[in-house]
């Protein structure tokens, strides 16, 4: 018994040293610091709440606190309604081809997102891909300037980005759908649409959620679109944290957006899985 | 039986694993076994590069360790943590000599042991604000302008602030968007200190700013994206940094710097010894190695920066010395009437504010 205790230990020392130090000791440091001040270039101990008064009483941060989550909200709508169907053609319509397909859509994630990001500009500069075949086809006259460093442009890149994240869960469930269901849906004379909604759609919401949740959680904390592509409309709070912990030393202001920020995200996660499981008729 | 075999298992890896442990480290310490000075540096980047502290290490067998900076904040904040226990040497800009010296966490130099202090230009001794006391804190480095790099394309010639309000170039300019630069430029040209600014000066400039923004096609991070911007055509004027402009004009793209009227933000870097150093004497060494014509073109060539003594530019190529100016002692003199070197910002959090409301102004 004693050398299987010894193994149970090694084995489970690692999750919980990883657990200890990366999650509950990195959140206790943003929590507390969250609730100190910070003066010219030192971090002042002391309880204050100074921090979440200046978050909801500057436009400049509660207003960029929203848009973000607004983002994430679109990029998690856009990524369902292009993610979905790309799923359902690949476990429905696709045959000999599927698993080549779905290696495609992983395989995007194999290419470093940075990078992707950075072909994006290739496409949609100034004399990008885009913009220059409207200028040939004559479409426009002038380079359109709305297609990169914009609201836009970051919506767009963002989706792409996470949307394997979405089409990879909502797949697992396609798939594990027993046909003689559709079957029986069919027999009692329900359409391709109802079928749809009300079979097909019911049992993969488990897996719509799961990749709804980490497209909008991935999104909201994203700065490096909007670094890249979003120019000055598609300024996210990740890119104001991240400034106030760099060259600004503001870590205690930059402690408490982030905690804001996280609080608000567990909130509508939690509202979001509560109406669907509600609405699924299952718990989840 | 078997269980025991198990165990007995385990306790041969373990051991197996501490004896492999105790090879590396005997391995791994025995070469640094001589008494052998170890200089720590906290800086810049590319100020304690390998290519010149190899240098330096052959000549008086002292290694240097850099610890690089991620921004700003870090120089006070760590060497008010660590002290001489943690750091010999620090080399930052401007803005922070005054506070590290009120803080009392540096000590003057010895200028006896660093001869070469007597080369660096004139300009760069008679600066006052790192020293104390007749005793001087801070030996120059290197210093930079914070300049408009434009596309010659577009621009015949200086283009003028004006450019910031002008319909024509609306969506076509940049300034950076992770420092203050374009607080402090806005400062300048409301003609105040813009590294004093209170609250209501702070307004008018963010006033300024916001007329700015639908000038501005994205804020720039790096020196690289900056680059990219101007070289698609993004972007055609920005505030800069003489870096980019030298890596354009080597891709081939059409463009030039300047400082247009009346002045723009500029730095000067400089080494400081930290206060308690139980190596103070090689740590002037390394000083009096870092401001050599050696020491000054290694540096230049790894960070583009100008440097400060101008016997380096017996080493340097052409090109060098027309980028760095290294052979006009004017040209420092000149240039500085046109820049505001960074001083100390008390009030960084409102300068920060501005400079936020100014990136996300609709």
């Keep these: 018994m004693k050398g299987r205790r ?3 230990f090694i084995l489970i020392a690692i999750p919980i040293l990883w657990i200890t130090v990366l999650e509950i000791f990195a959140y206790s440091v943003l929590l507390i610091h969250s609730f100190w001040d910070t003066q010219y270039l030192t971090v002042i101990k002391e309880f204050t709440l100074k921090n979440f008064v200046k978050i909801f009483t500057t436009p400049l941060y509660y207003k960029t606190i929203f848009k973000t989550i607004g983002i994430g909200i679109t990029v998690s709508i856009f990524a369902l309604l292009l993610g979905y169907p790309v799923a359902f053609f690949i476990a429905y319509r696709m045959k000999r081809y599927k698993n080549l397909l779905l290696l495609f859509v992983v395989m995007q994630l194999w290419i470093s997102y940075l990078v992707r990001a950075y072909a994006w500009k290739i496409v949609l500069g100034t004399n990008g891909v885009i913009n220059q075949f409207l200028l040939f086809i004559g479409v426009i006259d002038e380079p359109l300037s709305i297609l990169l460093y914009s609201q ?29 269901f559709l079957q029986a849906s069919y027999d009692l004379g329900a359409g391709r649409f109802t079928t749809f909604w009300r079979v097909i759609f019911p049992l993969t919401l488990p897996g719509v959620i799961a990749g709804i949740t980490s497209v909008f959680a991935l999104s909201v904390g994203d700065f490096v679109a909007a670094l890249l592509v979003g120019g000055p409309e598609g300024i996210m709070i990740g890119n104001i944290v991240w400034s106030l912990f760099g060259s600004a030393f503001q870590w205690t202001l930059g402690a408490a957006n982030g905690l804001v920020l996280i609080i608000l995200v567990a909130f509508i996660l939690y509202v979001s899985e509560k109406i669907a499981a509600r609405y699924s008729g299952m718990e989840i | ?42 800086v810049w980047e590319g100020y304690t590069d390998k290519s010149f502290t190899k240098v330096f290490e052959e000549k008086y067998g002292a290694e240097v360790k850099g610890t690089y900076v991620g921004g700003m904040d870090e120089f006070f904040a760590k060497v008010k943590a660590g002290g001489a226990s943690a750091y010999d040497l620090v080399a930052l800009s401007s803005n922070l000599p005054k506070r590290m010296i009120d803080a009392d966490l540096v000590e003057p130099v010895n200028l006896k042991n660093i001869p070469n202090y007597n080369d660096i230009f ?172 050696e020491g000054q073109v290694a540096v230049h060539r790894v960070t583009t920066y100008f440097v400060v003594n101008p016997n380096a530019a017996a080493l340097m190529t052409p090109e060098e010395k027309v980028f760095t100016h290294i052979d006009d002692p004017n040209y420092i003199v000149e240039a500085s009437k046109k820049i505001m070197w960074w001083e100390p910002v008390q009030n960084e959090d409102e300068y920060n504010e501005v400079r936020q409301a100014f990136k996300t102004a609709q």
């Design chain 2, 1 to 42: 039986m078997k269980r025991q075999v198990r165990s007995k298992g385990i306790a041969g890896i373990v051991t197996l694993l501490s004896l492999a442990l105790v090879l590396v480290g005997l391995l791994y310490d025995s070469p640094s076994k001589a008494a052998k000075v170890t200089l720590s540096a906290l």
């Design chain 1, 152 to 180: 836009f442009a970051l919506i767009l890149v963002l989706t792409m980005a996470f949307i394997a994240f979405l089409i990879i869960p909502v797949y697992a469930m396609l798939e594990k759908i027993p046909q003689e």
């Design chain 2, 122 to 293: 004139e300009f760069f001794r008679n600066l006052e604000y790192n020293k104390k006391d007749g005793n001087v804190y801070g030996v120059n480095y290197t210093w930079g302008p914070d300049p408009v790099t434009y596309r010659t394309d577009v621009f015949d010639s200086c283009p003028s602030w004006d450019i910031f309000k002008d319909p024509k170039y609306k969506g076509k300019l940049s300034v950076p968007g992770e420092d203050n630069t374009a607080v402090y430029q806005a400062g300048i040209l409301l003609g105040y200190n813009p590294y004093s600014m209170d609250k209501g000066k702070l307004e008018e400039a963010k006033k300024l700013l916001v007329e700015w923004r639908p000038q501005i096609r994205a804020f720039w991070s790096t020196a690289g994206e900056l680059t990219n911007l101007i070289a698609n055509k993004e972007v055609v004027a920005s505030i800069s940094w003489p870096l980019i402009t030298s890596d354009l004009k080597k891709q081939g793209v059409p463009v030039a710097e300047c400082i247009p009227d009346p002045a723009t933000s500029g730095w000067i870097d400089q080494w400081m010894v930290v206060k308690g150093t139980k190596n103070k004497d090689m740590a002037e060494k390394w000083i009096n190695f870092a401001i050599s014509p």
């Design chain 1, 6 to 8: 010894l193994e149970f």
